[in-house]
């Protein structure tokens, strides 16, 4: 065992303190509404830190540990093309804040007032189903991060019985995972994964700068420099022999950027939790800044890894953390743990117990989340809406719980049965790829074109399944098959988005109300938009600025351009003068220190700006819960004729 008994007091303290944390908030928590969706009372900063930290995980830390290994700072230099796609998405709102304005509690439940009340169970039914499966390896992964980064035993006798490590620690993960969803649904989620999130971006940087106190950049750019020709961890343009996390990898990713904003469910509870349209679209802003700590740490620490297993001056550690991963019962699960397994070498007592700390509070936020959602939406757009009559409160609270103990069943049993055989991220691609294949195409097609129909909704979404199991499939049945599984996602988007289109311009030539969708005009809803401007000028519109801005709100939107668009100058001079003449690698050594350490600094103010913003907001969350009136009938019937 790894662990000192300061590693095991600050892991123990921060468990206590989350659950302590938990039963204080389960008074604000009395309707349908607050558990489905906080009440619809979340500030900016909440919702972006919490939704973070919510999607990375234990698992997500894990899959880019592995992914980065491989990759180097490749895809972090690809990554510079990507932000502007992804300022300009936010930026506008893009889907976020037409879909607030549904106020929808569920994606399917838009289906249906958009679609269908068949097309509703239909799509609830392949959330859930393609929920459950992206979702059944996160327990195992997470689990035997904690066995093999703390050094336990593979079993524990309790009263002479001798009890397997791997499902006796799932139980305790899932089980406190289980507690907060019970406890408080999404107002006690939404609060203690912001906590969370602000204690994971803390340590993500201190492990960063300690580690490159301990590896000098000499040794990592030597180490780096030993990857194979056109296989380069330094130079992004001479990658063309990396395998799976290459540019047609990243493109895809881009190209998916675009077409699945908010099509993926983990977090769906997230997208109607905003106390407004407009708070939703600003909290979507601040993804711009909220993810360069746990960004650069995922970058770091595989570079670190890859150094100390390939620099002869660190072979004792390359040894000893050899001898960590022979534990391990696969060469996937070897990759998986290489990361962490440096990590037990290199990180000194407590700081060792903080960054499990950090996997614990990771581990729990991504569960609790996706426990939430997965439940929630077999509910709410399957069971509920085949029923006559609406659930009375107590009966749907009930559903709900019922309903989340049993993916918390099903995900246990699917991570002790299922072998793993691609790396996570290539294994999340394909299986997401079951909803989001086509879910893209209906929603951005259902949300801003008055054309798409419901026949061509189901169209789409048959061909973006169909793609997708089949690659499932294939990769179980055939061994090395070419195509991954980030380009069976690629081909579910294209053939989709085709399907969609050419559907709906072959049907009968009828148009939707989107503004009574929308709640718009004649429909508007009272309180739901809070002016507090004149119109602003051309140029302000131009950028995205409504009349619901402020000064700090324009305020941000100039300065997130100006950051993104300085990265995307970077990317196009960079791109430019590689084509013009051969960089060395000695310059990219360079540009990526200078890039590293700008980031320690920008990642500290982050932290610091999107903590004191997110307690601001929790306060005025607590504050609303506290004096709201609750409607029963707010609970995802579609009640309209």
């Given at each position: 065992?790894?662990?000192?008994?300061?590693?095991?007091?600050?892991?123990?303290?921060?468990?206590?303190?989350?659950?302590?944390?938990?039963?204080?908030?389960?008074?604000?928590?009395?309707?349908?509404?607050?558990?489905?969706?906080?009440?619809?009372?979340?500030?900016?900063?909440?919702?972006?830190?919490?939704?973070?930290?919510?999607?990375?995980?234990?698992?997500?830390?894990?899959?880019?540990?592995?992914?980065?290994?491989?990759?180097?700072?490749?895809?972090?230099?690809?990554?510079?093309?990507?932000?502007?796609?992804?300022?300009?998405?936010?930026?506008?709102?893009?889907?976020?804040?037409?879909?607030?304005?549904?106020?929808?509690?569920?994606?399917?439940?838009?289906?249906?007032?958009?679609?269908?009340?068949?097309?509703?169970?239909?799509?609830?039914?392949?959330?859930?189903?393609?929920?459950?499966?992206?979702?059944?390896?996160?327990?195992?992964?997470?689990?035997?991060?904690?066995?093999?980064?703390?050094?336990?035993?593979?079993?524990?006798?309790?009263?002479?019985?001798?009890?397997?490590?791997?499902?006796?620690?799932?139980?305790?993960?899932?089980?406190?995972?289980?507690?907060?969803?019970?406890?408080?649904?999404?107002?006690?989620?939404?609060?203690?994964?912001?906590?969370?999130?602000?204690?994971?971006?803390?340590?993500?940087?201190?492990?960063?700068?300690?580690?490159?106190?301990?590896?000098?950049?000499?040794?990592?750019?030597?180490?780096?420099?030993?990857?194979?020709?056109?296989?380069?961890?330094?130079?992004?343009?001479?990658?063309?022999?990396?395998?799976?996390?290459?540019?047609?990898?990243?493109?895809?990713?881009?190209?998916?950027?675009?077409?699945?904003?908010?099509?993926?469910?983990?977090?769906?509870?997230?997208?109607?939790?905003?106390?407004?349209?407009?708070?939703?679209?600003?909290?979507?802003?601040?993804?711009?800044?909220?993810?360069?700590?746990?960004?650069?740490?995922?970058?770091?620490v595989p570079v670190i890894a890859y150094t100390v297993l390939h620099h002869p001056d660190f072979a004792a550690q390359a040894t000893t953390v050899n001898d960590l991963l022979a534990r391990a019962e696969s060469e996937t699960i070897r990759n998986q743990l290489r990361?962490?397994?440096?990590?037990?070498?290199?990180?000194?007592?407590?700081?060792?117990?903080?960054?499990?700390?950090?996997?614990?509070?990771?581990?729990?936020?991504?569960?609790?989340?996706?426990?939430?959602?997965?439940?929630?939406?077999?509910?709410?757009?399957?069971?509920?809406?085949?029923?006559?009559?609406?659930?009375?409160?107590?009966?749907?609270?009930?559903?709900?719980?019922?309903?989340?103990?049993?993916?918390?069943?099903?995900?246990?049993?699917?991570?002790?049965?299922?072998?793993?055989?691609?790396?996570?991220?290539?294994?999340?691609?394909?299986?997401?790829?079951?909803?989001?294949?086509?879910?893209?195409?209906?929603?951005?097609?259902?949300?801003?074109?008055?054309?798409?129909?419901?026949?061509?909704?189901?169209?789409?979404?048959?061909?973006?399944?169909?793609?997708?199991?089949?690659?499932?499939?294939?990769?179980?049945?055939?061994?090395?098959?070419p195509v991954n599984g980030q380009e069976f996602w690629g081909i579910a988007m294209a053939a989709s988005t085709i399907v969609y289109v050419a559907v709906s311009l072959l049907g009968p030539k009828k148009t939707f109300d989107l503004d009574r969708l929308l709640h718009?005009?004649?429909?508007?809803?009272?309180?739901?938009?809070?002016?507090?401007?004149?119109?602003?000028?051309?140029?302000?519109?131009?950028?995205?600025?409504?009349?619901?801005?402020?000064?700090?709100?324009?305020?941000?939107?100039?300065?997130?351009?100006?950051?993104?668009?300085?990265?995307?100058?970077?990317?196009?001079?960079?791109?430019?003068?590689?084509?013009?003449?051969?960089?060395?690698?000695?310059?990219?050594?360079?540009?990526?220190?200078?890039?590293?350490?700008?980031?320690?600094?920008?990642?500290?103010?982050?932290?610091?700006?999107?903590?004191?913003?997110?307690?601001?907001?929790?306060?005025?969350?607590?504050?609303?819960?506290?004096?709201?009136?609750?409607?029963?009938?707010?609970?995802?019937?579609?009640?309209?004729?």
């Amino acid at each position: 065992m790894h662990f000192s008994a300061l590693d095991w007091t600050i892991l123990v303290a921060v468990y206590v303190a989350m659950v302590g944390g938990v039963l204080l908030l389960k008074p604000f928590m009395r309707s349908v509404v607050d558990f489905l969706a906080a009440g619809r009372t979340a500030g900016r900063y909440l919702l972006s830190v919490s939704q973070g930290v919510a999607a990375l995980g234990a698992i997500t830390v894990v899959g880019y540990l592995e992914q980065n290994f491989v990759a180097g700072f490749s895809l972090t230099w690809w990554g510079f093309s990507q932000a502007i796609v992804i300022l300009i998405l936010t930026v506008s709102g893009f889907v976020i804040y037409r879909f607030r304005q549904t106020r929808s509690l569920t994606l399917p439940e838009f289906f249906e007032r958009r679609y269908s009340r068949r097309f509703r169970v239909f799509t609830g039914m392949l959330a859930f189903v393609a929920g459950l499966i992206n979702f059944g390896i996160f327990p195992a992964v997470g689990a035997r991060f904690f066995i093999h980064y703390i050094g336990l035993p593979d079993s524990i006798s309790i009263a002479g019985l001798a009890i397997g490590t791997f499902p006796l620690l799932m139980v305790i993960l899932l089980g406190t995972a289980i507690f907060f969803v019970f406890t408080g649904g999404q107002v006690a989620v939404i609060i203690t994964d912001f906590v969370q999130g602000v204690f994971v971006n803390l340590v993500f940087i201190v492990v960063v700068v300690f580690l490159l106190a301990q590896v000098d950049w000499i040794h990592i750019f030597e180490a780096l420099a030993m990857a194979p020709d056109n296989a380069s961890l330094i130079n992004p343009y001479k990658t063309s022999q990396v395998s799976d996390f290459n540019f047609w990898y990243f493109l895809i990713g881009t190209i998916g950027v675009v077409y699945v904003v908010m099509s993926w469910q983990g977090t769906q509870a997230y997208n109607a939790s905003a106390r407004s349209a407009h708070e939703a679209k600003m909290g979507q802003v601040l993804t711009n800044w909220r993810e360069h700590p746990w960004k650069l740490f995922v970058l770091i620490v595989p570079v670190i890894a890859y150094t100390v297993l390939h620099h002869p001056d660190f072979a004792a550690q390359a040894t000893t953390v050899n001898d960590l991963l022979a534990r391990a019962e696969s060469e996937t699960i070897r990759n998986q743990l290489r990361g962490p397994a440096v990590l037990v070498t290199m990180l000194p007592a407590g700081l060792l117990g903080a960054f499990a700390a950090v996997m614990l509070t990771a581990f729990v936020s991504t569960h609790d989340t996706y426990l939430h959602s997965w439940g929630s939406i077999f509910i709410q757009d399957v069971v509920m809406p085949i029923r006559r009559k609406p659930f009375t409160p107590e009966q749907h609270m009930l559903a709900l719980r019922w309903s989340i103990v049993g993916v918390a069943v099903f995900i246990f049993l699917f991570s002790l049965l299922f072998q793993q055989s691609q790396y996570i991220w290539l294994f999340f691609a394909i299986t997401g790829a079951i909803f989001a294949g086509g879910s893209g195409a209906v929603l951005i097609g259902g949300l801003y074109w008055k054309r798409g129909t419901t026949a061509a909704a189901w169209s789409a979404m048959l061909t973006g399944s169909s793609i997708a199991v089949g690659g499932i499939i294939i990769h179980q049945l055939v061994d090395d098959f070419p195509v991954n599984g980030q380009e069976f996602w690629g081909i579910a988007m294209a053939a989709s988005t085709i399907v969609y289109v050419a559907v709906s311009l072959l049907g009968p030539k009828k148009t939707f109300d989107l503004d009574r969708l929308l709640h718009r005009g004649s429909h508007a809803l009272e309180g739901e938009m809070e002016i507090v401007g004149a119109t602003p000028s051309r140029g302000f519109r131009v950028l995205g600025v409504g009349r619901e801005f402020t000064r700090g709100d324009r305020a941000l939107y100039l300065v997130t351009y100006a950051w993104v668009g300085a990265w995307t100058l970077v990317f196009i001079v960079g791109t430019v003068i590689n084509l013009a003449r051969d960089v060395d690698d000695a310059a990219w050594a360079g540009f990526w220190q200078g890039y590293v350490y700008l980031m320690v600094v920008v990642s500290s103010v982050v932290v610091l700006w999107f903590a004191i913003g997110g307690f601001r907001d929790i306060r005025a969350m607590l504050g609303r819960l506290a004096v709201m009136r609750r409607d029963d009938q707010d609970d995802g019937w579609v009640r309209d004729p």
